[in-house]
């Protein structure tokens, strides 16, 4: 495994780590500031919406598991496919679980960071 190969699954397991622990910060420092997210059901959007999101999420309890299927290194560009499990429970509420693939591409910025730059998430909710 490369240097840049443990990089970018250490970028996922800091992601998955700060998501669990609330801490929107933290992931919003591990994407571009150009970084574009599409979901099914809505239009693409960009950082500034997902930190908005994130916002009206504080309190919710998100647990799970991010999968690595397969990576490949393209230069200072690098795409991922992930397979991702999770659980968002809202305080006093019933937990709501989803899972899905993922498609991602990572960037290497000029601080020598590798940071997720486009992310295509296909997850849909589970019974």
Known sequence: M????RAIRKLV?????ASRRGDTAT????MTDDAIFMVPGREPFDKVIFA????EMAGV????????VELQLLGDWAFMRGRI????TPPNGKPVRQSGYT????????DGAWRLARD???LTQQS
């Open 52 to 55: 908005a999101a994130a916002q």
């Open 13 to 17: 397991e800091t992601w998955m780590d």
């Open 27 to 30: 992931v919003l420092s591990l």
């Open 85 to 88: 499990d999770m659980t968002a």
């Open 61 to 68: 309890h998100v647990d799970g598991t991010n999968e690595i």
């Open 103 to 110: 498609l991602t591409l990572l960037r290497k910025e000029a």
């Open 120 to 122: 295509a998430n296909l």
């Open 2 to 5: 490369t240097d840049d190969e």
